[in-house]
């Protein structure tokens, strides 16, 4: 099956993360398959060395001295469909697979429950961790099983959706269980070329449908992309905006007495439990005085211009920049309105 291929002295990891911040770690360790990537992970976990294990590099921002660390590049790729019917396909995807290259794949063969999570950046074994959503939809929706190294017991299996007990950007990844995901399983829709009901106001308004239509799939992931588009969040090279890891915070959930607090004009959505009530991070840190576009001054970090609930390098920004400005909107939003902001993206050697 092949070995891992191990590079001594490497690049800095801002080469490898949306954000571009971070220094250079003691080595990388590329893993093209599971059987490599789970013996690597192994041999790490025995040693106690300290490491960390990267994709997509969306969702993380290193310290600037990495130069202790071990990095295991998850880089196993390729979709396959194990089961079908005339109502669904499920497919296993590997970890290391692009996620916003399996939504435009679901799309052009007409599988439906992932299309409104376009344009999301990172790998596909990432989406489980903080149950990844956008739009009304989350990847919970669709996980049927995932294939897990457990680290506190050395057990490989595949372990039941209910196994990482998913709930709003949340999951047991998140909360104490250990482990590696070698690949996931989906279960979507064939609903001849339509989307699952439409979960989100702001794509049914943009194309003038009424809330939880139905729409050509390709049509949502058009509308998807040019949202995303239009706040930074889609990745490009010309974009300066996009030189981040997308949301830097969680929106806060509060219980619906405690929404009744905030002015009426500020953005929520209703959850699942009706006593609960999701608010706008970026509403909340704008409304605190925290306008788009700010930086502190000399920082080269500094609010998107196009939407404040990212952080961006507007180039050669150090980690400490960023996490910096990162506090101080913690800071404001918490003595303007008594909410603590929870990062978003996993904070690595701080």
Known sequence: MGSALTVSNPAPLS??????VGG???????????????????????????????????????A????????????????????????????????????????????ENDYAGIEAMSGIPGSVGATPVQNVGGYGQEVSQVITQVEFLDQE???????????FEFSYRDSALKHGLLGIIGWVEFRL???????????????????????????PLSQVRGTVLELRSSKGMVVKADDPDSVSCGSFFTNPVVSYSKSLEFPEEMQRWSMPDEDQVKLSAGWLIENAGIPKGYGLPGSKAAISNKHAL??????GASSQEVLELARLIQERVAARWGINLIPEPNLIGF
């Open 15 to 20: 080469t490898l993360t949306t954000m571009q």
């Open 153 to 163: 017991t050395g057990e490989l299996a595949i372990k039941p959706a209910s196994f």
């Open 189 to 215: 829709l064939k609903l001849d070329g339509l989307s699952v009901p439409m979960a989100s106001g702001q794509i049914t308004e943009h194309v003038g449908a009424a809330y939880g239509s139905q729409l």
């Open 310 to 315: 990212a952080i961006t390098n507007r180039g």
């Open 64 to 107: 600037d001295d990495m130069s202790d660390w071990t990095i295991v590049l998850v880089a196993n790729r390729g979709i396959e469909i194990v089961a079908e019917d005339s109502e669904s396909v499920t497919v296993q995807v590997q970890a290391g697979h692009s996620w916003d290259e399996f939504v435009a794949w679901a799309v």
């Open 24 to 62: 250079a770690p003691e080595r990388i360790i590329t893993c093209t398959n599971t059987e490599i990537l789970y013996s690597t992970i192994a041999e790490l976990w025995d040693s106690e060395e300290t490491h960390q294990v990267l994709a997509g590099g969306s969702n993380t921002v290193f």
